[in-house]
T-cell receptor
Framework: DGGITQSPKYLFRKEGQNVTLSCEQN?????MYWYRQDPGQGLRLIYYSQIVNDFQKGDIAEGYSVSREKKESFPLTVTSAQKNPTAFYLCASSMAGPNTEAFFGQGTRLTVV | AQSVTQLGSHVSVSEGALVLLRCNYSSSVPPYLFWYVQYPNQGLQLLLK??????LVKGINGFEAEFKKSETSFHLTKPSAHMSDAAEYFCAVSDRWGAQKLVFGQGTRLTINP
């Protein structure tokens, strides 16, 4: 079945460590996105990529980094510069162009202790 | 800039009652509007979307929404609530450039009372 796979589902890290969240899609979508979800704040866009080897900052990119070396993959690294990294992270993908909705993965819950 | 306001962070209805979740948007260009549902510790699933054409949009699980340009609203309704409808619902808006500019509301948690 086609879809978006995020791994792991739960992740624990010590403060000051970088951590990478995986996102893979087999929908043949050109665009991919990372959102952060905090209680009562909806979803906020971290980074997005419309094509391979290109990506743009979203609204809250500070303390995060991404890469897009393959169409299927869009990993997110939460760096030690991110002041409050504990959150639920959602990866999404969509076809390029207007009139298209985003398809979401199941999310990764990151807890930094 | 686009924005979305969902009125009511928590809504509680009885099983069998009408569900009404409110969404107002702000957009300087004709919007594309979406409703998503999220179950605990899960990703988001599309319920329905409005792009162009008919202003009353029907989605999955018996939900529908009406685009009212004059009121800048896109409220979500379901005639009869079911226990399985308990979840968080998000309204989102994008412009003609597509999902990369998808802006979400803060979400409404729907509780169904037996």
């Amino acid at each position: 079945d086609g879809g978006i796979t995020q791994s792991p589902k739960y992740l624990f890290r010590k403060e000051g460590q970088n951590v990478t969240l995986s996102c893979e899609q087999n929908l043949n979508h050109d665009a991919m996105y990372w959102y952060r979800q905090d209680p009562g704040q909806g979803l906020r866009l971290i980074y997005y990529s419309q094509i391979v080897n290109d990506f743009q900052k979203g609204d809250i990119a500070e303390g995060y980094s991404v890469s897009r070396e393959k169409k299927e993959s869009f990993p997110l690294t939460v760096t030690s510069a991110q002041k409050n990294p504990t959150a639920f992270y959602l990866c999404a993908s969509s076809m390029a162009g207007p009139n298209t909705e985003a398809f979401f993965g199941q999310g990764t819950r990151l807890t930094v202790v | 800039a686009q924005s979305v306001t969902q009125l009511g962070s928590h809504v509680s209805v009885s099983e069998g009652a009408l569900v009404l979740l409110r969404c107002n948007y702000s957009s300087s260009v004709p919007p594309y509007l979406f409703w998503y549902v999220q179950y605990p510790n899960q990703g988001l699933q599309l319920l329905l979307k409005y792009t162009t054409g008919a202003t009353l949009v029907k989605g999955i699980n018996g939900f529908e929404a009406e685009f009212k340009k004059s009121e800048t609203s896109f409220h979500l309704t379901k005639p009869s609530a079911h226990m399985s409808d308990a979840a968080e619902y998000f309204c989102a808006v994008s412009d003609r450039w597509g999902a990369q500019k998808l802006v979400f509301g803060q979400g409404t948690r729907l509780t169904i009372n037996p």
